[in-house]
């Protein structure tokens, strides 16, 4: 009987170990993971990532002078965020610097120095122009015009005499310092 007896407990250990271990909660790959903030390996959108070269990202911003004139921005009427890949060259150097490290919905406001934006302004773009290089559109001229170069390039209009226009083909924003607000829209993990 004390065989019977310890059998039957060994046996019934056995059944309630076996049962305890089917009541507890099952193991998931997600509790035992470490976590990961890459999406391609979790399958969704992190919200802790942040910016870096390579990505696709959209932007809200808005862009002024010193003097707090607005010279852009993705918020007005029919706009939408602006898209580019950070670090491809797309963006002025600064702007695309300023974006890297930065969290979904964060914002930032940075101030460029011109060699960040546009560059300075450079005296070999100023050029002169004959009468004759105009032809009839001479006459129409007038200061501050713009004007597009078989090139391409568009110059304004600085000064007209009787015989000579002086075109500026600098960037409008050359030599400017820019100030940007910066917000995250959307980050497409490279």
Known sequence: MNTT???FLGV???FLIVLMGCTQEPATQENNAPENNNPSNT???NMTETVQNGDTIKVNYRGTLDDGTEFDSSLKPGR???EFAVGAGQMIKGFDAAVVGMALNEEKTVTLEPADAYGETNPEMIQ????EAFGELFDQL???QQ???SN???GVVLEKTDSTAKLDFNHELAGKKLTFWIQIVEIQKA
């Open 128 to 131: 002169e122009f004959s009468k």
């Open 142 to 144: 007038t200061i501050g």
């Open 43 to 45: 399958g969704g959108t």
């Open 152 to 154: 391409g390039l568009i």
């Open 12 to 14: 019934f250990f056995v």
């Open 147 to 149: 004007i597009q170069a």
């Open 80 to 82: 939408t965020p602006l």
């Open 5 to 7: 007896k310890t059998a």
